[in-house]
């Protein structure tokens, strides 16, 4: 029967000749499948850096890695182009729970969507019409065993290399370049192929056209589930591992068909991990050196030559090799010196936790999850506006190290690229790159600290706990002492114990102060009554100066987010009174503040037109105590007020707050009362 026209070698030759269809390898794909797409810069610790656009798409994407996706990206780029990093592995180390496997099973459902379109689809061959060979008994049609790219076929069609070549060149008028580009990913055949095409050569008295007839182009499977283009293999307990779940064994089945024994489709390759993404695919090997030590040393030949060797049959392979490592597995496999060659063809790139608490609200999110949740009886159950702030504060506090240049809250606050008062991103700098000349990787910056997984535990605690689930709702303030008790059984060095500890104290400060805020927006009525009090203090600082202040003290200026002229009284007794909440005292202070508040509004808001200062804590902290003690008389009186609803003034203002909480500012009935509560305490009060 005639091969259909579409499914021959030269029609295949043809298509990557005009463009219609790919030959590259993995590197060269994965390369072009990244750098295709739109790349940003961005200012990451103080240091610009690209963020490759690619990663931060669909419903649950990466968040940040913006230094560990870089190294992946210039790793693949330096293999696509030819480098050393061609002949190595890229392995993540790294604390379990920050993304490692998350981040390369992201990458290979990437590279099967970016295969599934038709210009990069993976195409491989298979032998036809066996049985007028003889010899392989009831076996009629055998794929290429490592999916090799018809290319490779191509390249060689004849015994030798310069016989093919001719051969491309003169029928298929392939120019020098051209051939010069597609020899560039030349490897011969593998074992099995090598030998079945030789026998159709001596079957065919080697007759070109009459040996194509036996061969079918056919799509490489991309189904996920069959390990092809892209394949997990996880590290297997001691004794049922070994060198066939990567390499392949002799098959008994196929010895029944096959008459000649010195034929290597005896082996079955596809019974391993390797040849089933050989054919430009990714292998992911998760927990490598958890791997017993035979099996690493098979990885040592597969990374230095991408060669499956099985009795001495080779068949090259064409395989992207990403890794995953737990820190404390990897130092211990460092430690065994005599492992120390496939350490060195490994790129090692450690992965840290995440340190920015605006990004970990993502995270956090995930880690609570889509879905609405609901109580044990069913019922829908609510969730604080102020929970993700809250987790996000306490699980990136306990990420970041102690220095004596920064305080805990200036780092977490510089690592999220916020001012921190009079502390630059300069000194963050200097704090993270003296951390990293550590030889020990875990004292490096973000990489000791409570991970995704734990935080995972903390809300699967809250929302198991009788309180949560008789009030219907996922009280903020009930994440500390869920992450407490995830640090009291999971944390088992007693030195990051008491460090997580003292973390989680600092942000159950952020957190009250956080409430401070809410509490003050809910008594005036309004979302966002404070940002509307501290925009209006930093335009009162900008135009107490102003050339055209008129004796009435009325300044006009242009509102940089809407463009329009706007009128705004400069009140000196408030502007003094926000500073003296600051502890600014004398005239050389608050001058010095002013003009640091006047530099960050240039530089922010030509780049950001609505920048709201909400980020400087001191400040919002300043005017929210501010407006409390002149609209209210003081915090104590409004707590005092709350607490004490004897008299029917005081129960009115509690409901109306209550009302403007559940109706304006997110809350429901059992967050806002138990918010006031809190409130109304002593607590955390820093």
Same mark, same amino acid.
Request: glycine share 6%; aromatic share 10%; with cysteine.
């Given at each position: ?52 656009? &690619?990663?931060? $798409?669909? =419903?649950? %994407?990466?968040? !940040?890695?913006? +230094?560990?996706?870089?190294? /992946?990206?210039?790793? *693949? ?118 030998? &079945?095409?030789? $026998?159709? =050569?001596? %079957?065919?008295? !080697?007759?070109? +056209?009459?040996?194509?007839? /036996?061969?079918?182009? *056919? ?468």
């Amino acid at each position: 029967m005639a091969t259909p026209k579409n499914n021959t070698l030269t029609n295949h030759i043809t298509a990557v000749k005009k463009g219609e269809r790919v030959f590259e390898n993995a590197f060269q794909g994965v390369s072009r499948m990244i750098l295709g797409r739109e790349i940003d810069k961005v200012v990451v610790n103080g240091k610009s850096t690209f963020d490759f656009r &690619i990663f931060r $798409e669909g =419903r649950k %994407h990466i968040v !940040g890695m913006y +230094d560990e996706i870089n190294s /992946f990206v210039s790793f *693949v780029k330096d293999a696509s182009e030819g480098g050393s990093s061609k002949e190595m592995a890229f392995v993540l180390v790294g604390e379990p729970g920050n993304g490692k496997t998350f981040l390369v099973e992201y990458l290979c459902a990437m590279y099967r969507n970016f295969l599934s379109l038709p210009q990069n689809r993976k195409y491989t061959f298979r032998f036809n019409n066996l049985d007028q060979l003889g010899g392989y008994g009831n076996i009629k049609v055998i794929e290429s065993q490592t999916y090799e790219d018809p290319m490779v076929l191509a390249m060689n069609t004849h015994e030798t290399r310069a016989e093919s070549e001719q051969y491309l060149a003169r029928r298929y008028r392939v120019d020098d370049r051209q051939l010069r580009t597609w020899y560039d990913n030349y490897r011969p055949l593998g074992a099995c192929s090598a030998y &079945i095409w030789n $026998e159709i =050569r001596l %079957h065919t008295d !080697g007759r070109i +056209d009459d040996m194509l007839d /036996f061969i079918d182009i *056919v799509p490489v499977p991309l189904t996920e589930s069959l390990g092809t283009v892209t394949g997990k293999y996880p590290a297997k307990d001691k004794i049922t591992s070994s060198a066939v779940d990567l390499l392949g064994e002799e098959s008994i089945q196929r010895l029944l068909h096959i008459s000649d024994t010195n034929n290597p489709y005896r082996f079955d390759l596809r019974r391993g991990a390797l040849a089933r993404v050989a054919g430009g695919g990714i292998h992911f090997s998760d927990e490598i050196y958890k791997n017993k030590k035979d099996l690493v040393q098979v990885y040592l030949g597969i990374i230095q030559n991408r060669t499956i060797e099985i009795d001495g049959y080779k068949w090259p392979i064409d395989t992207l090799i990403i890794a995953t490592s737990n820190n404390s597995e990897f130092n211990r496999f460092l430690a065994e010196k005599e492992e120390a060659p496939i350490v060195d063809r490994c790129r090692i790139c450690y992965v840290s936790h995440n340190t920015n608490y605006k990004l970990q609200s993502e995270l956090t999110a995930y880690a609570i999850g889509n879905e609405s949740k609901t109580t044990l009886t069913g019922s829908v159950m609510h969730q604080d506006p102020n929970l993700n702030y809250a987790a996000s504060v306490a699980t990136v506090l306990t990420r970041l190290p102690r220095s004596e240049k920064l305080t805990a809250i200036e780092t977490m606050k510089l690592a999220a690229g916020e001012v921190a008062g009079e502390k630059s991103l300069k000194t963050l700098s200097e704090v993270i790159d003296t951390l990293n000349q550590d030889h020990d990787i875990t004292r490096r910056f973000g990489q000791k600290g409570l991970g995704q997984r734990n935080l995972g535990r903390a809300v699967q605690l809250m929302l198991e706990s009788s309180g949560t689930n008789e009030g219907k709702c996922m009280y903020a303030y009930d994440i500390f002492l869920a992450l407490e008790r995830v640090i009291l059984d999971y944390v088992s060095d007693a030195g990051d114990r008491a460090k997580f500890l003292d973390d989680l104290k600092i942000a159950k400060g952020l957190y009250r102060e956080r409430i401070m805020t809410e509490m003050f927006n809910a008594y005036m009525d309004e979302p966002l009554a404070i940002r509307k009090d501290v925009i209006n203090y930093v335009n009162m600082i900008i135009g107490i100066d102003a050339e055209n202040l008129g004796a009435d003290r009325m300044w006009k200026y242009k509102n940089p987010q809407t463009g329009e002229l706007q009128a705004l009284k400069i009140d000196e007794r408030y502007i003094d009174s926000v500073e003296e909440c600051l502890g600014l005292k004398t005239r050389e202070q608050k001058d010095s503040f002013r003009t640091s508040i006047r530099k960050i509004y240039g530089q922010k808001i030509s780049v950001r037109p609505d920048y709201d200062f909400m980020d400087n804590l001191e400040l919002v902290k300043a005017v929210t105590d501010v407006r409390l003690k002149s609209d209210i008389a003081g915090a104590g009186s409004l707590i005092g007020a709350l607490a004490n609803r004897t008299n029917e003034e005081n129960q009115k203002l509690y409901d109306r707050m209550i009302d403007t909480m559940f109706k304006k500012l997110g809350y429901c009935t059992t967050c806002a009362q138990k918010t006031i509560e809190y409130f109304c305490t002593q607590v955390d009060e820093t």
